[in-house]
Structure formats: structure tokens, C-alpha cells
């Protein structure tokens, strides 16, 4: 009942940036929890940052915490990962995802809605 597009993915070099944004439409609630999740190749899939739409509380892993920043536009629908100083290990495809009165550590297992992934990759 809820439609995800990620968008903003890419090819960027060691220590570039990208932005990925979300777009949701559809049925919305106001206690779902958003986040962006990344499996690479031959891993399980990981949350890599969420955000309270109510409480604007945030989660990041250790992995990404002062590179990346979630955001949100609730006026627009949407989400944004604003990723700096990308770094190889950071290639996956990243999902754009949310859960129905879930907290802000939200993992894969209770997501409702998931949206297609758009492809990070960084090179050397």
C-alpha cells in the first residue's frame, strides 16, 4: 500500500559524495520509522541509518557515523541519505525502507515496505 523509489545512485570515486533520495506514495502513517538499509555482494542485508518520522530520532551504524546524515522532507515524502567520504566498502545496493511503529534501530526483519535499492558503487 506504500510504493518506495530510491533515486541518486551511482559510480563516484574514493572520498566523493552522493545523495540518494526516496519518494513514497501511497498510504502513510504517521508512526513508521524510515531507514536505509545496503547489502553487498555475499553479505546480509544491514541498516545503515533510520529516522523517527514522529520523534526525529536517528540511528546510524558505526560503519557510516560522521560520513553520513539521514534527513527527511515530510512536506514532500521523502528521504535522503547524504553519503560523504565514500569509501569502497560502502558499494551495495542501498534500499530505502519503512516499519509501522518500529523504533529507530530498525532491522531488516521488521520492515513493511520496501522500495527497489539503487546501486552505490565506489571506486579506488
Known amino acids: 500500500q506504500v510504493q518506495l523509489v530510491e533515486s541518486g545512485g551511482g559510480l563516484v570515486q574514493a572520498g566523493g559524495s552522493l545523495r540518494l533520495s526516496c519518494a513514497a506514495s501511497?498510504?502513510?502513517?504517521?508512526?513508521?520509522?524510515m531507514g536505509w538499509f545496503r547489502q553487498a555482494a555475499g553479505k546480509e542485508r544491514e541498516t545503515v541509518a533510520a529516522?523517527?518520522?514522529?520523534?526525529?530520532?536517528?540511528y546510524y551504524v558505526d560503519s557510516v557515523k560522521g560520513r553520513f546524515t539521514i534527513s527527511r522532507d515530510n512536506a514532500k515524502n521523502t528521504l535522503y541519505l547524504q553519503m560523504n567520504s565514500l569509501k569502497p566498502e560502502d558499494t551495495a545496493v542501498y534500499y530505502c525502507?519503512?516499519?509501522?511503529?518500529?523504533?529507530?534501530?530498525?532491522?531488516?526483519?521488521?520492515?513493511?515496505?520496501w522500495g527497489q535499492g539503487t546501486r552505490v558503487t565506489v571506486s579506488s
Open positions: 525502507a519503512g516499519g509501522y511503529r518500529v523504533g529507530v534501530t530498525i532491522a531488516p526483519r521488521e520492515v513493511d515496505y
Open positions: 501511497g498510504r502513510t502513517f504517521s508512526s513508521y520509522t
Open positions: 529516522i523517527s518520522w514522529s520523534g526525529g530520532s536517528t
